[in-house]
T-cell receptor
Framework: EPEVTQTPSHQVTQMGQEVILRCVPISNHLYFYWYRQILGQKVEFLVSFYNNEISEKSEIFDDQFSVERPDGSNFTLKIRSTKLEDSAMYFC??????????????????FGNGTRLTVT | GDSVTQMEGPVTLSEEAFLTINCTYTATGYPSLFWYVQYPGEGLQLLLKATKADDKGSNKGFEATYRKETTSFHLEKGSVQVSDSAVYFCALKIGAFGGGSEKLVFGKGTKLTVNP
């Protein structure tokens, strides 16, 4: 079964450094998402992306964050200047066009295994 | 705002025990409700879903019924196995009639350990 893959599985960076988290969504999926989970907290929505632009973002997703689909297969999350509070597990997800059209908005998201980001 | 509250974990059970993980929600629209599961070292996987009141989602022996009157979506399984050990997340997504949204709103997750 196709999978969403994320790299690296664990990233350690120093405060103030830029970090790029990488994801390869399922190949025929058109909707892409980033979520994060701070240790012991809820999984939180960051951003959704469709047709090469952000379709929705949360208030967490401020100017320090950006997303890109640089080459038609990768989907990246960039944090420009990391803070200690950015330490979390970051999950990438994707969903298909057919699923997205379901009027009840019950489209299943396929998640990657996550990247654990540690900011020191 | 929209939110999901799950029972605090961790939950430890013996094999073949009955499982209930409570989940309640607050939503401004008409949500679809989901249970996701995360096995050790893996990503979140959709376990089951329900899209309207009184719907029952089921998969792999797990069930949950969408109860609008109590705003609940409790997860149950009659006889758990060691292989069910995982973290379980309750989540909602606001449906089209509520304005629609891309985002899933998750609970904190409940860690289940099943001992042989």
């Amino acid at each position: 079964e196709p999978e969403v893959t994320q790299t690296p599985s664990h990233q350690v960076t120093q405060m103030g450094q830029e970090v790029i988290l990488r994801c390869v969504p399922i190949s025929n999926h058109l909707y892409f998402y980033w979520y994060r989970q701070i240790l012991g907290q809820k999984v939180e929505f960051l951003v959704s992306f469709y047709n090469n632009e952000i379709s929705e973002k949360s208030e967490i997703f401020d100017d320090q964050f950006s997303v890109e689909r640089p080459d038609g297969s990768n989907f990246t999350l960039k944090i420009r200047s990391t803070k200690l509070e950015d330490s979390a597990m970051y999950f990438c997800a994707s969903s298909s066009w057919a699923a997205r059209l379901q009027s009840s908005y019950n489209s299943p998201l396929h998640f990657g295994n996550g990247t654990r980001l540690t900011v020191t | 705002g929209d939110s999901v509250t799950q029972m605090e974990g961790p939950v430890t059970l013996s094999e073949e025990a009955f499982l209930t993980i409570n989940c309640t929600y607050t939503a401004t629209g008409y949500p679809s409700l989901f249970w996701y599961v995360q096995y050790p070292g893996e990503g979140l996987q959709l376990l089951l879903k329900a899209t309207k009141a009184d719907d029952k989602g089921s998969n792999k022996g797990f069930e949950a019924t969408y109860r609008k009157e109590t705003t609940s979506f409790h997860l149950e399984k009659g006889s758990v196995q060691v292989s069910d050990s995982a973290v379980y997340f309750c989540a909602l997504k606001i449906g089209a009639f509520g304005g629609g949204s891309e985002k899933l709103v998750f609970g904190k997750g409940t860690k289940l350990t099943v001992n042989p």
